[in-house]
């Protein structure tokens, strides 16, 4: 089985998943671990707004089969219409969640997510940069 190769996102989308991150980072200084993902969801979309970085929160896509509309699902932040950010509240990030992040990519031909798990005692531990490649 051929691995398919893994091709670096441009720098511009690169660039807001470093500023994401670091608004990530304000937010899990201020609240720290234990909280529910919603209170992280809304609390990363005020640091996002007071940076100017535009976002939507649950964004609905389509899910497709065989090129046929079989439903909808929903990524907990889209971000400047480029970057896909899923959020966790986890005691563990399990390889279901980086997998659940890969589909969402497909989904949307999107190249780079982030998925970021808050319940950690240091975020860096809680943050995984995926690409999907085209």
Not at 23 to 36: D, N, T
Not at 54 to 71: A, D, E, H, M, T
Not at 108 to 115: Q, S, W
């Amino acid at each position: 089985m051929q691995r398919e190769l893994q091709v670096e996102p441009d720098k511009g989308i690169d660039e807001l998943a470093k500023v994401v991150i670091g608004a990530a980072i304000e937010v899990h200084r201020q609240l720290g671990p234990g909280y529910l993902e919603s209170l992280y969801e809304d609390a990363l979309g005020i640091e996002l707004l007071e940076r100017g970085i535009s976002f939507r929160c649950q964004y609905p896509f389509s899910v497709l089969y065989k090129n046929r509309p079989i439903g909808e699902g929903k990524i907990d932040m889209l971000v400047e219409n480029q970057l896909v950010v899923e959020l966790k509240a986890v005691e563990k990030l399990m390889p279901v969640h980086k997998a659940q992040v890969i589909s969402y990519l497909k989904a949307t031909k999107l190249h780079l997510g982030l998925l970021i798990n808050f319940n950690v005692s240091v975020l860096r531990e809680g943050v995984q940069r995926i690409i999907c490649s085209k």
